[in-house]
């Protein structure tokens, strides 16, 4: 496993992050168990979920991922110390109206709740997980403010925010003397480059922010099992993810497999491969729903693309 710096943070995370949104929605609390001894084993180190995971899967009221987590953090020899552990806030948590947002009363409420479920005294990460249009940023930072001086937060990052909503939040901090971000976590794959490349990219750039791309193989079509000739793959993502079976996507994953091939790698390790080898990219994000799928991700691990790979993959996918 290599190890970079997040953004200008003293954290040390793995070049892969593990992400843990199919906690408690297609994975089980055991295997979600064997797939974290498993990715910290192979020397991930960074974990990221959010409160509201995954509470779309029907009887989930949110928070079991964090829940699964934290069970584990209780069962497991791994030292606290040897893990960075990130989760978001500002979904709906429960029915109350009041229980989602970015405003300070509903932040100091949702982190007892995530420090509780994690069952963890601090959480080296935290983040917005959208933007709040109905609280000022200032106020949403200053709340953060709060939580570092307490202890109870050690940084602060945000997730799907454009190029402005990340300098207006820069600004307020400079302006207010209050914690900046240091993080983004964009949504940003081979399938989806147009939202994080131009201006968010060049703001990340520019503040030195870490970098945390999601759903970096696309929900899984960046694998090439999405295929027009077959019935869609059994996963409960299906139906969201068959919106990237498009000609111009199929142009890619041919160029992606003829990669593939060269390299003796899948499809898949290449799509990461890609991520990975953009040096402001701190970490892909991965969901892998079962070992199998956690052991082809770990093979993109140390996978650098060469200039006349990512000149083929830019003639693809732009
Ligand atoms: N900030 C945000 O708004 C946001 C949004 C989304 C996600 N995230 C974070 O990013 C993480 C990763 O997102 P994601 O799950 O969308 O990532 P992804 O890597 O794009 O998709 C993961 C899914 O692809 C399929 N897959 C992965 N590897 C495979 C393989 N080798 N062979 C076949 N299928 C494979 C699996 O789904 P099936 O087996 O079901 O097909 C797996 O659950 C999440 O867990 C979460 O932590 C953040």
Redesign the pocket.
Known sequence: MNYRYLGQTKLQVSEL??????FGW?VNETESFNIISKSVGHGINFI???NI?SQWAKGNPGGTAETIIGNWLSKTSVPRDDLIIAT?VRGQMGTDPDNQGLSKSHIMQAVEDSLRRLQIDTIDLY?T??PDEDTSIDETLSAMDTLVKQGKVRYIGC??YQAWQLIDALWSSEKNNLVQFDSL?P?Y?LANRSEYEGDLSAVCKKYKLGVIP??????????G?YRTDKPL?K????NK?QKYMTDKNYILIAALQSLAKNRNK?I?QIALGWLLSQSEITA???????I???R??LGSVGLRLTDAELEKIDKAST
């Open positions: 992050c593990l992400g843990t949104m199919q297609s990221d979920t959010a995971y978001k983040q997980h959208w997730s799907n976590q949504h794959s999601y759903s970096p193989l696309a929900g899984g079509f960046l694998t099992k793959p996963s409960v993502r299906a993810t899948s898949s892909p994000i991965i969901g892998p729903r079962t199998t799928q956690l082809d991700n």
